[in-house]
């Protein structure tokens, strides 16, 4: 049942008339565990629904919010930057990113990343990868379609070859 305008006013005078009472009420209410354990139950439930709708809302004090925390917690976000991009999640996302950026062509580029990282060996020649920087994903230059996924040789060859 919505709050009316007469009892919202009826709520604040009270409180600003009976404030110490309110304020000790509220400390004793917040130091109780169980009274914790449901803030915390309901702010799992209900936070992230709020900040996210405050970001669409609010743009740019979001991203001023971000910009003024990574400053105050450079080594913080370095330190996260790093790790993620080390992590499995981070590495295919800066990948794809890459593909797109050089202009490869693709309805689905996070499972063709699945596909080029499973691959163990050349579809060209068959050889086996040396490692993780001999494979390439080949793509036609001017439609961006994707051809192979190949060593650096043949991926070489194939570049050569169509000059």
Known sequence: MPTTQKQKEYQRAYYYANKQKCLDYQKTYRANPVNQKKKAAWMKEHAGKYWK????????????????????????WNEYMRNYRQSPKGKKVMRVA??????????????LYDIYIQETN??????????????HLDHDHETGEVRYICCRDCNIQLLANNQ
């Open 53 to 76: 709708a405050w970001k669409e809302n609010n743009p740019e004090k979001a991203r001023e919010h971000i910009e003024k925390w990574k400053a105050k917690n450079i080594k913080k």
């Open 98 to 111: 890459n593909w797109k950026q050089i202009g490869i062509v693709d309805t689905d580029l996070p499972s």
């Open 122 to 135: 050349c579809w060209i020649c068959g050889n086996e990868f040396k490692n993780s920087k001999d494979r």
